[in-house]
């Protein structure tokens, strides 16, 4: 069974104005397309095929002659994961257990905000911003090009790509306002939450 | 105020249609700005502060390092970017001439087996990056690849050609393309330069 591009959760415009049906058509229908393409064509007719993702990430993370496959499977979780950590009418704050211990870790949601833009803009080229739980405790974490928390057993509860892919036609150069953006309009704090209580 | 944002060599729309006016005017009037002015804030009050940059690169370990990191990202940026506008020029690509050629010829076979070495190391760098033609400390070229703003004078070699594969290079644009837009940087690269960068690199 090969891999398959999961459908948006959400219409291509439905993002709109924040992050625009145009930036959704390449990032979704090229970018993760080709993660998952790639990704298929490489492990095609090896012991890799057959695994689930999670297991094809961990068993070819930091082994040099399986950084192709590691990128594009790592690749096609991460955007996968991308895509929920945001819906329509996103943004605002969390509520219930993680709002609490968002406050407890943090001090404020705004402190939160504060750390995981500061964490999202000094990724310096491509990669990635995460909330992750590490064990019974939140951390702010950024990962470089396809790299995932995954593989130092932490658990993502919401993710931004920082690509400049991610932002570069909707935001060019601006990846401030574009962190910023994702915060107040586009965070699925349900996600967040969801993936914390499980 | 050591390092300056140097001016363009030729208008934004000169490299029109390989690269668009957009992308020039947003890749050397913000990302290059903001690598000097990320650059001349680390090294301000420190006796790198007046340092050619390229030697400053050279002697990358020698900064300290709480400041490195910051030195080696928006340095590199900086000396890649001044790099990368020089060896581009309108009414330009084609083929090199003279000892650049022999070399290249006798390097790598042929111009044309060098160019698609220099477009596989383009294509294949994942993530954001920069693909090199060098000179080598002992004078042999090579086509190698580096991450982010690493650029080969940290490791001791010369860099004569460079391709910037960012995605900020190219995604207006291309968007997802880079194959497309690395063919099409061929088309503006300034061969009379990267002649006289080899030269240089020669002494
Ligand atoms: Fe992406
Ligand atoms: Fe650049």
Redesign the interface.
Known sequence: MAFELPPLPYPDTALEPAYSARTIS?HHG??HK?YVDNLNRLIAGTALEGKTLEEIIQLTVNDPGK??IF?NAAQVWNHTFFWHSMKPGGGGQPSGPLAAQIVETFGSYEKFAEQFKAAAVGR????WAWLVADGKALKIVTT???ETPLTAGLRPLLTVDV???AY??DY??RRPDFVQAFLDQLVNWDFAAANWSK | MTHQLPPLPYAFDALEPYIDTLTMQ?HHG??HA?YIANLNKAIAGTPFEEMPINELLARINEVPEEIR?AVR?NGGGHSNHTLFWAIMAPNAGGAPTGALASAIDATFGSFETFKEKLTAAAINR????WAWLIVKPGGALEVIST???DSPIMTGDTPILGIDV???AY??KY??RRPEYVANFFNVINWAQVAANFAAAQR
């Open positions: 390449f090229k970018h080709a950084a192709a990128n310096f080229g491509s990669g470089p090009n396809a690509w400049e892919h570069y036609l060019q150069n | 947003i913000k990302h903001a990191t990202n994942f993530g954001s990056g991450p982010n703003q960012w995605e900020h995604y207006l968007q997802n």
